[in-house]
């Protein structure tokens, strides 16, 4: 079963999406509703009044009343229900007695009254208690969510920072790399050069020697230029990061003796500095990988645009996908996804047809951040 890491989900876009489900509910957006709640209720207290009278005194609807009271609890709050409690009753003794009903005495409609009035009460705090509840709990979630929110951007920016300096540092190695080993280099192989002139007119036996060290010093140049080159990127964005990307190929066919070819298909620019910079770096990580750990002969890079959707992919020839156990050891692969995902890219790595390795970095325009 192949191995498949894929980094869809940006701290930045979940950030965003918990900052919007951050909206209290007693906004002002919800005001209207529960005005509207509210007169709903007092319709359906009269609505219930007139039922009550017309179904007569010997069908009991007193349980109707707690529906518009639940409402105007839900609607205003708990002290409004209360005060529509009394009316509740009264308007059911009223429909009562208007459709005849006769008491032996006026303790009966009086008990009555009260216990209708004290189950309308406990009706009315009990959902009074049960929705305050849930507006507690309403605002603890959302304080959590806003602060989640918070620490969800604090820890990308951090991210960022901590990306932005690894290139820095990158760059400054690669200009020590460039104008100081370099210079050195050559410098001894200069004086590498006029010592085997030196002995070559003496007819001296090490002058061969010497062509030799002056030989395997120019080797030394090529190879730190080519790290040098890999850790400097002057102009990756636009067209540069197609130029890059040829340039990758060319610089890793020469260093580790491979064949290493690129394609294009369609217009392949990257105008966002930041997006290609890291689109480059999983490149240059998954040829590193497919040679080092892969022993591949053969690196294929391919890149094709589709609409605003650019899908990079870099197949090898290689031993194919690293043993569970090497893969978490690996530091590699787990930069390439958080690369991947601080621009909103996906990335899939899986075992190749027959042999090798395939990562795939797919990158749609308008999703970084």
Known sequence: MPWNTTATFSNESIA?????RNEAPGSARARPGRLSLGAVAWL???AVGVIDYASGFEISLRFLYSIPLVLLVAARGVRPAMLMAPICVAGSLLGDIAAGVSYSSLFVPFWNALFVFCSYLL?????????????DVERRVQHRTAALADEMKRRYRLEQEVIGIAEKERWAIGQDLHDGLCQHYTATALAAQSLAR???????????????VVRMVEDGIGQTRRLAEGLLLLTVEGEGFANALRELAHASSAQFKIECDVQFTGAVEVWDTLVATHLFR???ESVRNAVRHGKATRVNLSVARDGQR????VSDNGSGLPSPDRERRGMGTRIMAHRANLIGASLETAAAPGAGTVVVCSWEAGVQK
Not at 198 to 212: F, N, T, V
């Open 123 to 135: 009706v009315v705090w009990l959902v009074g208690g049960l929705l305050a509840l849930q507006r």
């Open 16 to 20: 965003r999406w918990l900052s919007e």
């Open 282 to 284: 999983i490149a240059q």
């Open 198 to 212: 030196m002995l070559e007119d003496d007819a001296h036996p090490g002058a061969r020697a010497a062509h030799q």
């Open 310 to 313: 650019i899908r990079m992919t």
């Open 44 to 46: 359906l207290v009269a």
